[in-house]
């Protein structure tokens, strides 16, 4: 018998991702983000999300724009040295986004005990920083009922829906990593629901070679995209860099309301197969590519 | 005998001050992208700390690698010995004490240890929203040393008390250090006009060096909290002759610490500069 498909297209999103949704979005820094499910989000018009990310850029900062979500928790917003995030700024001082900012290692041990189906777990977290006060509801300060000695509870993290990007899959939802994983596994583990995109997918036997890069189960995994590219203008190493020319590009258009509409109206309100087109085509994606190949060692 | 440089620039000078920091069996961690922590953790790979252990990325003791503006993950990755989670890095390095270095910068910080990433103002009514701390807030206890850097030594920055504490050294002396399970080591800052360093709570930052040609006045008078100055004060070591040629050749030819020192209206033409010679590297005009 053959076993159960879990591949779909990006547009299956919607059967998952429903308006108002808590979604986990994996990636670090500009890596790895899943940005072809960021641009369907938009595409498909879903409202009212509340975003979890651990240290985010472009990806955070495009719902944002798009009017996607109704609440952030981050710990990190910023397109590094592009500089600070556009609309992320513009949403909060200007129109007030309500959000959730939290140390960046909070949200990971907060997934994690989301993902054990525990209310909290302690650690010897940021005793001192104003966080703690201004947020009651993800820190508290416990006693240790052994030692006595005072630690950090941080409050479980428990996503409807994780997205994130990785290498390949096979067909049943058994996903290998080879980059940039971030706190993408804790995540999935945490999420009701998980979609992954990934660059290729392969057959089983295939995955079943090197079965030490498989990093998520397929019993974890509910929707799998095909998405060459799909991470874009983030990068997906080993294969390709991020894309500083399109990150430059955004940061131009991004810099008001007016040209950002301009933006999703050129990048991100098409069928993706357009938008590998809008930003350069295959010349773009080989150049990252060998970008990605052509590194230098020192010793 | 040292040959030391008589040219050099503010940024190489800060990346070999900040690559003696390193000691060799150090476990050095990269965080986001900052060229000039990067290059100086390099830097003492390739001298005097080859046994340091470096994360960068998912990527654990990855082989030292040439920087460029597009490439340290990528290089970090296919160099690596070993891959990670940020959940497996916190476990065997955080929250265990165990990393020694991971330079940080900030919007603000104060004589108390405390940084900002947060926000300039009202927390909920900000003049500026920054990026939000990611892992600072944190490393910055729980690593052997809080090492920062700022490219730009002025009141705007060294504040007495900063708007946010978004993170904090919290247990600074050597013995409560120990009490609370964590490794004693200093606080010590490295800008762009000197060093200066705190290692007791109740005591001041202390000037520990000033930079070759900078007065000791001009450093006082840009920072916003008192200073203890000792006499008399004295002067930063300045790179070698061997150390820049290495940044300028291996670590760095492709310019990426200058870029923090740009002023923003010339970075983009910078950044633009940099990518072209990227592009020419890899046989594309």
Same mark, same amino acid.
């Given at each position: 018998m053959p076993t159960e498909s879990k591949v779909g297209k990006l547009s299956d999103i919607t059967k998952i991702i429903k308006n108002g949704d808590k979604i986990a979005?994996?990636?670090?820094?500009?890596?790895?983000?899943?940005?072809?499910?960021?641009?369907?989000?938009?595409?498909?018009?879903?409202?009212?999300?509340?975003?979890?990310?651990?240290? %985010?850029?472009? /990806? $955070?900062? @495009?719902?944002?724009? !798009?009017?996607?979500?109704?609440?952030?928790?981050?710990?990190? =917003? *910023?397109?590094?040295?592009?500089?600070?995030?556009?609309?992320?700024?513009?949403?909060?001082?200007?129109?007030?986004?309500?959000?959730?900012?939290?140390?960046?290692?909070?949200?990971?041990?907060?997934?994690?005990?989301?993902?054990?189906?525990?209310?909290?777990?302690?650690?010897?977290?940021?005793?001192?920083?104003?966080?703690?006060?201004?947020?009651?509801?993800?820190?508290?300060?416990?006693?240790?009922?052994?030692?006595?000695?005072?630690?950090?509870?941080?409050?479980?993290?428990?996503?409807?829906?994780?997205?994130?990007?990785?290498?390949?899959?096979?067909?049943?939802?058994?996903?290998?990593?080879?980059?940039? %994983?971030?706190? /993408? $596994?804790? @995540?999935?583990?945490? !999420?009701?629901?998980?979609?992954?995109?990934?660059?290729?997918? =392969? *057959?089983?036997?295939?995955?079943?070679?090197?079965?030490?890069?498989?990093?998520?189960?397929?019993?974890?995994?509910?929707?799998?995209?095909?998405?060459?590219?799909?991470?874009?203008?983030?990068?997906?190493?080993?294969?390709?860099?991020?894309?500083?020319?399109?990150?430059?590009?955004?940061?131009?258009?991004?810099?008001?309301?007016?040209?950002?509409?301009?933006?999703?109206?050129?990048?991100?309100?098409?069928?993706?197969?357009?938008?590998?087109?809008?930003?350069?085509?295959?010349?773009?994606?080989?150049?990252?590519?060998?970008?990605?190949?052509?590194?230098?060692?020192?010793? | 005998m040292k040959h030391y440089a008589d040219d050099y620039s503010v940024g190489e000078l800060m990346c070999v001050t900040l690559s003696k920091e390193i000691e060799d069996g150090d476990v050095v961690l990269l965080g986001s992208f900052t060229p000039l922590a990067y290059a100086s953790y390099i830097l003492a790979k390739i001298t005097h700390a080859p046994n340091i252990t470096l994360l960068a990325y998912a990527a654990v003791d990855p082989r030292p690698f040439q920087l460029s503006f597009t490439r340290a993950e990528a290089a970090a990755t296919r160099g690596a010995a070993l891959l990670w989670t940020m959940l497996e890095d916190l476990n065997s390095v955080h929250l265990k004490g165990r990393g020694d270095v991971e330079a940080i910068s900030s919007i603000q910080a104060d004589q108390y240890g405390n940084i900002n990433l947060s926000v300039v103002g009202e927390y909920d009514k900000p003049k500026l929203r920054g990026p939000g701390g990611a892992g600072a807030p944190e490393v910055i206890k729980m690593h052997r040393k809080m090492i920062g850097y700022f490219t730009s030594h002025s009141k705007m920055t060294f504040v007495p008390k900063v708007d946010f504490i978004t993170g904090t050294r919290y247990v600074i002396d050597p013995e409560d250090r120990i009490k609370s399970g964590y490794r004693p080591g200093p606080i010590r800052y490295i800008t762009n006009l000197a060093v200066i360093a705190k290692e007791k709570k109740d005591k001041p930052f202390k000037i520990e060096s000033v930079h070759p040609g900078v007065k000791v006045e001009d450093v006082i008078n840009n920072t916003g909290f008192e200073l203890e100055v000792p006499a008399p004060v004295k002067e930063t070591e300045k790179p070698t002759k061997d150390e820049v040629k290495l940044i300028r050749e291996q670590v760095d030819p492709y310019g990426t610490i200058a870029f923090d020192f740009k002023p923003g209206k010339e970075r983009l033409g910078y950044l633009k500069s940099i990518l072209q010679k990227e592009l020419e590297s890899i046989g594309y005009a």
């Open positions: 979005i994996g990636g670090a820094w500009l890596g790895n983000h899943p940005m072809a499910i960021i641009r369907q989000i938009i595409r498909s018009g879903i409202k009212d999300l509340t975003a979890i990310t651990v240290v %985010s850029s472009i /990806d $955070i900062d @495009m719902l944002i724009g !798009a009017g996607c979500l109704k609440r952030l928790m981050f710990s990190f =917003v *910023s397109m590094e040295a592009f500089g600070l995030a556009p609309n992320f700024r513009r949403a909060i001082e200007k129109e007030g986004l309500p959000y959730d900012e939290i140390t960046g290692l909070a949200v990971i041990i907060g997934l994690e005990a989301g993902g054990r189906n525990v209310p909290f777990l302690p650690y010897r977290g940021p005793f001192g920083s104003d966080l703690v006060k201004q947020r009651p509801e993800f820190y508290k300060v416990i006693k240790c009922p052994f030692t006595g000695e005072d630690l950090i509870a941080a409050a479980a993290i428990t996503p409807d829906v994780a997205i994130i990007h990785a290498t390949r899959a096979d067909h049943a939802g058994t996903i290998q990593m080879e980059g940039t %994983s971030a706190t /993408d $596994i804790e @995540m999935m583990r945490a !999420a009701k629901k998980r979609i992954v995109s990934v660059e290729e997918i =392969v *057959s089983t036997e295939e995955i079943r070679r090197s079965p030490a890069k498989s990093k998520v189960p397929r019993f974890q995994v509910d929707l799998v995209i095909e998405a060459p590219l799909g991470a874009h203008p983030t990068s997906c190493v080993p294969q390709y860099v991020f894309d500083p020319w399109h990150m430059m590009k955004y940061m131009e258009m991004a810099a008001t309301p007016d040209t950002f509409k301009q933006y999703l109206n050129d990048f991100v309100m098409k069928p993706e197969w357009e938008y590998l087109e809008a930003i350069g085509g295959m010349k773009q994606a080989s150049i990252l590519r060998r970008l990605a190949r052509e590194v230098k060692f020192l010793d | -």
